[in-house]
């Protein structure tokens, strides 16, 4: 299974499973995987999330704990991680850059941990991760305000302002509209018009409504709308906004009519591993 995909500086494209990371030079297939006896390979097959930051480094998001790839040498180092003194192994799902240059990675069960400009040490934001409604993150978003918007795996979404410190926590409300469809987040993203996106795993795609703090599902041309089951959300350098769901295909907002459109892909079959 394909948990994520991205292109690095250097035009690679980086293919993260479930077992190992695969990099695609457009001819062939370099796969990184698991070795017990060499300390500078993954330190697990099972990959979570992909990011490259600013300086163009390739963090790699496993399931017990955060590597950092070494493109001259073709090697990882394990980026060590603690909650105050403990050393942690955590589950990664996430991983982004803030405006302010901190490398900040959301967990499956120990919230928030941020690596400051310059480090390669991060710590749990014990503060943060105390205000959030769980510890048990999916997904983290920095918009252009500077905010960050933070998806649990089942108790809503999260809201910080590190400029005014106001934290606030949306969460789904039974036969109440104008909240949020569910409590399973799964992506975060922006479209065309700034407006705040949010993918659930079984309540379609929410739109925040910033003049009234409320939430709407955005249509599809299916009439589907609270059923789709989102994974992936992406904006493209055209403000397309894309929609990657789980077993219900790739779909796409029509800018127009702001209506979510099934679109086929039309390709063969790509073998990873071959």
């Known amino acids: 299974m394909i948990t994520s995909i991205l292109q690095d500086n250097q035009g690679f494209i980086l293919i993260a499973t479930e077992d190992g990371l695969n990099r695609f030079d457009g001819l062939k297939f370099l796969t990184f995987q698991k070795n017990a006896n060499d300390p500078s390979v993954i330190t697990s097959n099972f990959i979570r999330t992909l990011f490259v930051d600013s300086k163009g480094r390739l ?5 017990n704990g955060l590597m950092l790839y070494n493109s001259d040498k073709q090697s990882f180092e394990e980026i060590k991680l603690f909650r ?26 120990q919230g928030l941990v941020i690596i400051k400009p310059g480090a390669l040490i991060g710590y749990v934001d014990l503060k943060l991760t105390t205000k959030l ?10 918009d252009f305000k500077g ?24 969460r789904y409300i039974p036969c109440k509209q104008t909240t949020l469809s569910s409590n399973y987040i799964t992506a975060i993203c922006e479209d065309d018009r700034r407006n705040i996106v949010i993918g659930t ?44 769901t789980n077993g219900q295909g790739l779909w796409k907002l029509n800018l127009s009519s702001r209506v979510l459109e099934p679109k086929d892909i039309i390709a063969p079959r790509f073998e990873v591993n071959k």
């Open 133 to 142: 409604s769980s510890r048990f993150l999916e997904c983290i978003y920095e």
């Open 84 to 109: 105050d003194t403990v050393l942690l192994k955590p589950h990664v799902t996430s991983i982004i850059e803030s405006g302010k240059g901190e490398i900040i990675i959301a967990t499956s069960g």
């Open 59 to 63: 963090w790699v998001g496993c399931i």
């Open 147 to 170: 905010r960050l918007w933070i998806g649990t795996e089942n108790e809503g979404l999260n809201l910080y302002d590190p400029n005014t410190e106001e934290f606030k926590i949306f």
């Open 201 to 244: 795993l079984n309540g379609g795609l929410n739109i925040y409504m910033e003049n009234d703090a409320t939430f709407r599902i955005l249509p599809t041309s299916t009439g589907h709308a609270a059923s789709l089951p989102i994974k992936s959300l992406f904006a493209d350098k055209y403000f397309n906004l894309w929609v990657g």
